[in-house]
């Protein structure tokens, strides 16, 4: 059952929310009108008009979005919170770093233009306001990381773990190019933009003053229309790109400086090059295997299972092939051998059946790994789910259906014990806890409490002392770590050195009598260790490096970890010396507050929110708080009439209710129409109400038609449509019942039909092979002036993927047909009228692109394709076929595609199509945007025996 939208109402803010989340939402709503009025004071900037707030969780995952449409602002805040060891992992309350960040979008780019066209233009169009926001990525969020510093007194511009790695970066001769600023598809280049770039406005505001960098968004919305580039070098006089490279030169000389000042290990040994990410290492109990995930990229994941030792083979090929290339020629200098050959692969785990893989786990037999994954509920909402991979047979199984899990780690030593169990994180509507779940009954018990404040990460758990050792992010006071003896009562706290920072990645010896963890000071990460016996904390690796995931090795005489570089990530390994550095300067007070000495003051309690705050500014949400916007739309086709549209839509935030007015005409006059709708959403319910009216004359376009006795016919329709959609969902399984009635004209007859569509989906997976069904059926009768027709539509889409390998089948038959009592009648009249389109018995047609006025809602009896006419052929069956390769894996029946499709047509040759089609979809709440859709394509095309005759489209256009 769908949960009901509320609104929250404070002078400036709309927030809206579900029922679970409303304490979060609450809080947030005073957090918010703190921000605005700490941001008027200190800057002068200000957003006039209410904006709305939409509270959720989709993704699982720390994020949060900010639409700075100027007339329109909307953000979204997710509640999920970071993890320690994450780019934004410092934070004193995630809830206003979030909140700060989003806001700052908003009143920095959605500042009203002094130009009075200019804005009126960005008031009424959305694709226009934002258009003008999306040139340079590093400009927006660079500057909103800044003011998310500046104000809370946390944020990533005083991250050591930020610091840590732009100097690494800086040392490397790695900084991103002023051109690449904006981000790339490299190891962590999607950071860039805010990183570097708030560190590069920080630098020129401590350069130049506070007030200079202000008045480049003066200049930036004034009257004379300027781009980033004019306003910064009307202030700075100089260019951005130059700036930048004295801010890159004084970085890395301050960078090298201090690498060069810190002692270095000389104990170290590499053991692999990783050119991306890897994360979520475990290490068997026998220490001879090791789990990680890969990434390539944000979506691409692998579960990979290594051997904890130098593949000897890949050695020997070395050298034999060394010894080849020198005895060819005695004098010739080879290759250097590679710094580490590689760990030997034992298994390997495509993610493409989930949205990524986390925290993963070695279990006691050594032959089988616990990890989280994500995957999508029936809201479309991610969640992660518990999962066991066997991988010497391959066998992947779901163990718990407890989805809000964050991380976890496994309670005791073997799967076979009936109270097996696993600790986890849970994270709901913005609250974390602690449990303890049996893996086979499932039931739950509270190791602590649930809260709205903290938040808790990186479990591990001793079995040897039966102590749960986890990080805890308390509200304005950073992350602390605790352990839990299960023999006692009470939590312990571990002292950390003084001035400490960033604190990640805590792991149990064997013996359970050290623990390890990475912790910072001065921004410099170092791997410390706790020594339970002597009662020191001692650090074990210091030497400014990236270094995270310390795991015992060996009798706990090795330690193995990952560092950061440029290219991706090391796995190395350090002997652990007898004589450590031992941390005297321990952090007496255990807390870390420097939040109050900042704009914004501490954070406010959400723990404490009480349910008298909300009083009567609490209301059920309103479908009818319409926005509005102008549209445009263009389509340009080689085969067809080239149009233009444009209207205006609107709809409320959540876009439960929508509606839309478009007028479209053709490049030469051959098309003028219009339409009108209105959809509602009810629950799993949707209603629609829908007006066409269009006249379309192709005759004189000089297309090169396929059949020319039928392209030229003119075509005038308009009447109702009333649909009525309900959204089933079961297990996996995916069913959409609907049902449309039309009424009105075609080429001045009058014609009405009823279709009754019924759609399924459903998808089969492993870890290895997905296979994806997609089907719809639809039954139509209708009436032509004083005919009656009927027939039905089978479209049918199958989608198979196994590793990198991808394709899908596609088969769409559609049959038409008169009562046999007036298809008589049709034959003797179209006799007499040859030029009515009305009395050709054919019913169904072939050819045209989709638009707004042009979509198969409304034409149940057009079968649209790109590379043909308007009406290239008209018949009352055919059948295409389809194999396609997706452009995008993750949306399998995406229309970004290679492809081939075959039409037959009785009496006809077939129709052979093939090339490639790209797609794209904007979805936004509310805004202009909602619903845009860009479409490309080149195809050739082969009929009645001549050679591929080769066309092309464009397109942008709204379908509602």
């Known amino acids: 059952m769908q949960q009901r939208w509320l609104s929250y109402r404070t002078q400036n803010f709309n927030v809206l929310y579900t029922k679970p989340y409303k304490v979060w939402a609450i809080n947030a709503a005073k957090e918010l009108e703190l921000i605005r009025s700490t941001l008027k004071a200190e800057q002068g900037w200000v957003v006039a008009q209410q904006i709305d707030v939409i509270v959720m969780d989709p993704i699982a995952e720390a994020n949060g979005l900010a639409y700075p449409v100027s007339d329109n602002p909307v953000i979204e805040l997710y509640t999920t919170k970071p993890k320690s060891d994450s780019i934004i992992h410092n934070f004193n309350s995630?809830?206003?770093?979030?909140?700060?960040?989003?806001?700052?979008?908003?009143?920095?780019?959605?500042?009203?233009?002094?130009?009075?066209?200019?804005?009126?233009?960005?008031?009424?169009?959305?694709?226009?306001?934002?258009a003008k926001l999306t040139k340079k990525r590093w400009v927006s969020e660079g500057y909103a990381t800044l003011l998310e510093s500046k104000f809370s007194g946390y944020g990533r511009l005083h991250s050591h773990y930020v610091n840590a790695v732009i100097r690494q970066w800086a040392v490397e001769g790695a900084l991103p190019s002023y051109e690449k600023l904006n981000g790339g598809s490299g190891y962590m280049d999607g950071n860039m933009p805010y990183i570097v770039g708030a560190y590069f406005f920080a630098w020129l505001e401590e350069q130049y003053g506070d007030k200079t960098l202000a008045d480049v968004w003066v200049r930036w919305v004034a009257v004379k229309e300027r781009d980033f580039e004019e306003a910064f070098f009307g202030v700075y006089g100089h260019k951005?790109?130059?700036?930048?490279?004295?801010?890159?030169?004084?970085?890395?000389?301050?960078?090298?400086?201090?690498?060069?000042?810190?002692?270095?290990?000389?104990?170290?040994?590499?053991?692999?090059?990783?050119?991306?990410?890897?994360?979520?290492?475990?290490?068997?109990?026998?220490?001879?295997?090791?789990?990680?995930?890969?990434?390539?990229?944000?979506?691409?994941?692998?579960?990979?299972?290594?051997?904890?030792?130098?593949?000897?083979?890949?050695?020997?090929?070395?050298?034999?092939?060394?010894?080849?290339?020198?005895?060819?020629?005695p004098v010739d200098i080879p290759n250097k051998p590679p710094n580490a050959f590689p760990l030997k692969r034992l298994e390997q785990l495509n993610s493409f059946r989930f949205r990524g893989i986390t925290n993963v786990v070695f279990e006691r037999d050594n032959k089988s790994v616990l990890f989280l994954a994500r995957r999508l509920d029936r809201n479309g909402h991610l969640f992660k789910g518990l999962y066991r991979w066997e991988f010497q047979s391959e066998k992947v199984t779901e163990l718990s259906q407890v989805h809000d899990i964050q991380v976890f780690t496994i309670g005791n030593d073997e799967k076979s014990d009936p109270n097996?169990?696993?600790?986890?994180?849970?994270?709901?509507?913005?609250?974390?806890?602690?449990?303890?779940?049996?893996?086979?009954?499932?039931?739950?018990?509270?190791?602590?409490?649930?809260?709205?404040?903290?938040?808790?990460?990186?479990?591990?758990?001793?079995?040897?002392?039966?102590?749960?050792?986890?990080?805890?992010?308390?509200?304005?006071?950073?992350?602390?770590?605790?352990?839990?003896?299960?023999?006692?009562?009470?939590?312990?706290?571990?002292?950390?050195?003084?001035?400490?920072?960033?604190?990640?990645?805590?792991?149990?010896?064997p013996d359970g009598e050290r623990l390890a963890f990475v912790a910072s000071v001065n921004s410099v990460l170092a791997i410390y260790e706790y020594d339970f016996n002597s009662g020191l904390l001692k650090k074990l690796k210091a030497d400014d490096k990236v270094v995270g995931d310390p795991f015992y090795l060996k009798k706990n005489k090795e330690l193995l970890y990952t560092e950061k570089t440029s290219l991706g990530m090391n796995l190395k390994k350090i002997l652990i010396s007898e004589k450590p550095d031992i941390i005297t300067e321990l952090n007496v007070n255990k807390t870390i507050n420097h939040g109050s000495k900042f704009p914004l003051g501490q954070a406010s309690s959400i723990d404490t929110v009480a349910e008298s705050f909300i009083g009567e500014k609490e209301k059920l949400y309103s479908k009818h708080t319409i926005s509005n916007s102008f549209i445009l739309g263009v389509h340009a086709n080689a085969q067809s009439a080239s149009i233009l549209e444009v209207g205006v839509k609107g709809s409320d935030r959540l876009k439960r209710s929508n509606w839309y007015f478009n007028y479209t005409t053709g490049r030469d006059n051959e098309l003028s129409g219009k339409n009108i709708g209105y959809t509602l959403k009810q629950g799993h319910f949707q209603y629609g109400l829908h007006w066409l009216d269009y006249d379309f004359d192709q005759k004189g376009l000089g297309l090169d038609e396929l059949t020319p006795q039928d392209l030229g016919l003119r075509h005038k329709r308009d009447g109702v449509l009333f649909s009525l959609d309900y959204s089933i969902y079961y297990k996996q399984n995916k069913i959409l019942p609907r049902l449309r009635l039309f009424s009105g004209e075609t080429d001045g007859f009058d014609e009405s039909y009823q279709t009754f569509d019924l759609a399924h989906a459903r998808q089969w997976q492993t870890m290895n092979w997905g296979i994806y069904q997609r089907s719809k059926f639809s039954y139509t009768l209708g009436r032509l002036e004083s005919e009656d027709w009927g027939?039905?539509?089978?479209?049918?889409?199958?989608?198979?993927?196994?590793?990198?390998?991808?394709?899908?089948?596609?088969?769409?038959?559609?049959?038409?047909?008169?009562?046999?009592?007036?298809?008589?009648?049709?034959?003797?009249?179209s006799n007499t009228n040859s030029n009515s389109n009305t009395?050709?018995?054919?019913?169904?047609?072939?050819?045209?692109?989709?638009?707004?006025?042009?979509?198969?809602?409304?034409?149940?009896?057009?079968?649209?394709?790109?590379?043909?006419?308007f009406f290239a052929k008209r018949f009352n069956r055919y059948k295409r076929y389809e194999i396609y390769y997706p452009l995008n894996s993750y949306i399998p029946y995406s229309r970004s595609r290679v492809f081939y499709r075959q039409y037959k047509i009785p009496d006809e040759e077939n129709v052979n199509i093939y090339g490639l089609n790209f797609y794209s979809t904007v979805s936004a709440p509310s805004v202009g945007l909602d619903g845009l859709n860009f479409e490309a394509g080149i195809v050739g095309v082969e009929q009645d025996r001549r050679s591929a005759d080769y066309r092309a489209w464009l397109g942008m256009y709204y379908r509602f």
């Open 420 to 509: 097996y169990h696993v600790f986890a994180v849970h994270e709901k509507y913005g609250a974390s806890k602690i449990t303890r779940i049996n893996i086979r009954t499932g039931k739950q018990d509270i190791i602590v409490e649930e809260t709205f404040d903290n938040s808790f990460d990186k479990l591990d758990f001793n079995a040897r002392n039966n102590t749960l050792a986890f990080l805890e992010h308390k509200l304005n006071h950073g992350w602390h770590l605790k352990l839990k003896n299960f023999n006692k009562s009470s939590l312990i706290e571990i002292p950390l050195p003084k001035n400490y920072q960033y604190l990640s990645d805590p792991r149990w010896s």
């Open 839 to 869: 009395n050709n018995t054919s019913l169904l047609n072939l050819g045209g692109y989709r638009s707004n006025l042009f979509q198969e809602m409304y034409h149940v009896n057009t079968v649209f394709e790109q590379s043909l006419p």
């Open 94 to 130: 995630w809830q206003r770093i979030l909140a700060l960040h989003e806001y700052a979008h908003i009143v920095h780019l959605g500042q009203q233009s002094r130009n009075k066209s200019r804005r009126f233009l960005a008031n009424v169009w959305d694709l226009y306001s934002v």
């Open 791 to 829: 027939g039905y539509d089978v479209d049918f889409d199958l989608f198979f993927i196994k590793s990198k390998m991808k394709f899908g089948l596609n088969f769409l038959s559609k049959e038409r047909e008169f009562d046999d009592d007036t298809a008589n009648n049709t034959n003797d009249n």
């Open 240 to 329: 951005a790109k130059v700036l930048y490279k004295r801010f890159v030169a004084e970085l890395t000389y301050r960078a090298i400086d201090k690498r060069n000042k810190l002692s270095h290990d000389a104990n170290e040994s590499l053991l692999m090059e990783f050119n991306n990410r890897i994360s979520d290492i475990s290490i068997s109990a026998d220490s001879k295997k090791i789990a990680l995930v890969r990434r390539r990229n944000s979506r691409d994941y692998w579960l990979e299972i290594y051997e904890l030792s130098i593949d000897k083979n890949l050695e020997k090929k070395y050298q034999k092939k060394l010894k080849k290339v020198l005895e060819k020629d």
